[in-house]
């Protein structure tokens, strides 16, 4: 099967709002995979919140969380969705984690939540682009200069959006229950010192070696090869989305293709270096992927 997202549907367009003011929680991705193969309409009809056991406001937040991170997608008549390929591949009963329990997942549901088309648009502004330190007040004003030039939006729903991500990322002090149900609550991407949002770099606890890779090969949309430093500081690249610099992302991709027949990491003419590949990316990536549901050992390594 292959990886790509939307090979036969088309995906959701993007968007401000949608979350209810919610961050995803634990199992509400995996809940929406399982039920979405059962019932392709569950989230349809007046007995919809009573089947799920939620309020309206939640399931609507839950259906934006399963389209925003690509596991399920409009397919045919309004109210008809499909779990995509990646959604099966990662969450199905035969996936690669159907419960979640894998931290590596997380970094992977979060490189593709910003994939175009990145469904909720200010999440996609936020990792997609070089942030500074700056208080909430001091993001919203960038936030607001980012918006201006993609069309007319409320101020409100800007900034119900940026305190729904820093909720998300960097939660406030809560009850235990609380805290186990937010799925984001512990990966190390913002810190919140009281004073200002700060994106945190550097190695990654949970993030494995064989997962930058996949993610390194999925942003060289099928180009022969690729330089470290695109996938460093590129736009909407690994390095961007999760905060790592090129030495970092070079030291992991040193492990990775040296465990990973196909792709070689060399120097290149002005003294950087670049991944190459024979074969496609694709198809590498299966591989990729193959090598992470076999449980490979070389996959198991977290890059701290």
């Known amino acids: 099967m292959q990886l790509s997202l939307f090979q036969r549907y088309r995906p959701p367009a993007p968007r401000y709002g949608g979350h209810e003011d919610q961050p995803v929680q634990r199992f509400w991705l995996p809940r929406a995979v399982a039920a979405v193969q059962a019932n392709p309409r569950c989230f349809e009809g007046v007995g919809a919140c009573l089947q799920w056991g939620m309020s309206a406001a939640r399931l609507r937040s839950l259906l934006f ?19 995509t390929p990646w959604g099966q591949q990662l969450l199905g009963i035969a996936g690669l984690d159907p419960y979640l329990e894998d931290p ?36 919203l004003v960038s936030l607001k200069a980012w918006a201006e030039g993609r069309g007319p939006v409320a101020e409100s729903r800007l900034r119900a959006d940026l305190k729904c991500l820093l909720k998300m990322y960097c939660p406030p002090p809560q009850s235990v229950e609380d805290a ?125």
């Open 104 to 139: 590596a997942s997380l970094w992977l549901l979060h490189w593709q939540l910003l994939q175009p088309p990145c469904y909720a648009q200010v999440w996609g502004w936020f990792f997609g682009t070089p942030q500074h330190p700056a208080t909430e007040a001091g993001l």
């Open 65 to 83: 969380w399963a389209l925003a991170f690509k596991v399920i997608v409009p397919q045919g008549s309004p109210g008809c969705y499909v779990v």
């Open 180 to 304: 186990l149900l937010n799925l984001y609550g512990d990966v190390p991407l913002i810190r919140d010192d009281g004073a200002q949002f700060t994106r945190l770099t550097g190695p990654r606890a949970g993030l494995s070696t064989a997962v930058l890779l996949y993610c390194c090969l999925d942003y060289a949309h099928n180009q022969p090869a690729v330089k470290v430093t695109e996938c460093a500081y590129g736009a909407g690249s690994p390095g961007m989305v999760f905060g790592l610099s090129s030495s970092h992302l070079l030291e992991a991709l040193g492990h990775a293709t040296a465990h990973q027949p196909g792709i070689t990491l060399s120097s290149s003419i002005d003294g950087g270096y670049q991944l190459r590949w024979a074969q496609s990316a694709t198809a590498l990536k299966q591989q990729v992927w193959a090598s992470l549901a076999s449980g490979a050992p070389w996959t198991q390594r977290e890059w701290y």
